[in-house]
């Protein structure tokens, strides 16, 4: 069984190379980035505030695959952009965000 389990420096690394390509994403430095993980769940998020705007990244494990989500906010929680990822089971492997669980 694969389990989703990341920390805080490889989650931002993601966000930062999949959001390359992307102009209006603006990361600053990981110490004022917040980051969380779902009561009971394999949600992961992180937080952030640049240029006036909020940022939001989800990862979360759905039917066996992994999605990443990143989204801009405007003045009021007005969403401005939305860009979804679906980051491969091996690129996940080798960024050692997935662990295997051996079955009991």
Not at 10 to 28: I, N, S, T
Not at 31 to 40: M, T
Not at 59 to 75: N, W
Not at 81 to 96: A, C, N, V, W, Y
């Amino acid at each position: 069984m694969l389990r989703l389990k990341t920390t805080k420096t490889k989650f931002c690394q993601l966000v930062a190379d999949m959001a390359a390509a992307l102009d209006w994403v603006k990361m600053p430095n990981r110490e004022s980035i917040h980051f969380w993980k779902a009561y009971r769940q394999s949600d992961y998020f992180l937080e952030w505030i640049a240029d006036s705007c909020s940022y939001q990244a989800s990862l979360a494990p759905c039917l066996g695959r992994v999605t990443l989500s990143i989204e801009q906010y405007g003045l009021g929680r007005q969403l401005l952009h939305r860009q979804i990822f679906s980051p491969t089971l091996d690129e996940m492997k080798t960024r050692g965000m997935i662990e295997d669980i051996p079955q009991q």
